[in-house]
């Protein structure tokens, strides 16, 4: 990979173990392409067996956060190759990482950032921002799952809406819909998203969090009575681990809590038994 490879998304991690994905194609507002693809889902892997990061942010240098893929890639859309996953990594990787990710989203948002956006646990807007899925005005279809995800955040009939109409909203009415958790000032973006995560990162055991983000996500296609038997698997795999000791104990002794970092023996998904099994899992099928 060449160094302008690795600049397409920036990486860094702070004291508190929360790491920033930075989208960082500002001069062609943060398109995406298939570089910056292959960039950000590396970095994914590589945070999650990363000891020092506990929770992740992903936000977009300069004026956008990701308007969908690269204008200059349109032309292309014509050549079904583009479409073929072969050789690529699974859409489902943001999902199948451990670590909660905290989308910041400091501007337009659309069609594929859109899509990243919601793969996303929990996401933070500047005041202004736009939102579109845009696919309908491009002639395709609703790509890389959000036909999946969308329904599940929203509901089917705003859902529909927005793919249907591919119409743009912005930032206040992203809350309204449920889009977004939370508005704020563009200027205090990055620092109400950094204290969240920090908070997120001090105070909540790694184990856990690994565990409830897989629960969250296996659960949404679930009957009742199977995700009550995954949270029974989890919670004794829990009340045996480190985490849960020290959660108690920092509690009782009225302190900071001290968890240990997140172990890369772990796999929520074979404590669980459960697998994410969705539309994205079949895709991940033919991308791997």
Not at 136 to 142: I, N, V
Request: proline content about 5%.
């Amino acid at each position: 990979m060449s160094a302008e490879d690795d600049n397409t998304v920036l990486f860094d991690v702070d004291e508190n173990g929360v790491a920033t994905f930075t989208l960082n194609r500002p001069e062609r507002n943060n398109g995406w392409n298939p570089i910056m693809e292959r960039r950000y889902y590396d970095l994914l892997h590589e945070a999650d067996h990363d000891d020092r990061v506990r929770v992740g942010i992903v936000t977009g240098a300069g004026r956008s956060f990701c308007p969908g893929v690269d204008s200059g890639r349109l032309d292309q859309q014509a050549d079904a190759a583009r479409f073929d996953l072969t050789g690529r990594q699974s859409p489902s990787t943001p999902l199948s990482t451990r670590k909660p990710l905290i989308g910041a989203l400091n501007g337009a948002t659309a069609g594929m950032g859109l899509v990243q956006a919601l793969m996303c646990d929990v996401r933070i807007a500047a005041r202004g921002a736009k939102f579109t899925t845009a696919f309908a005005r491009r002639g395709l279809a609703a790509e890389y799952g959000i036909a999946y995800l969308l329904p599940r955040l929203v509901g089917q009939s705003k859902a529909l809406d927005l793919l249907l109409s591919a119409r743009v909203f912005d930032a206040d009415e992203a809350l309204e819909l449920g889009v977004v958790n939370r508005v704020v000032e563009p200027g205090e973006l990055m620092d109400a998203t950094r204290e969240y995560a920090t908070d997120m990162a001090r105070n909540c055991s790694p184990a856990a969090l690994a565990v409830i983000r897989h629960q969250v996500w296996t659960s949404i296609d679930q009957d009742f009575s199977t995700s009550l038997r995954d949270g029974y698997r989890s919670m004794g795999y829990l009340v045996e681990a480190p985490d849960f000791r020290e959660g108690v104990s920092s509690y009782l002794e009225k302190r900071a809590p001290h968890f240990p970092p997140l172990s890369k023996d772990l796999v929520p998904s074979a404590i669980t038994g459960t697998a994410i099994d969705s539309a994205f899992a079949i895709l991940g099928e033919r991308g791997e």
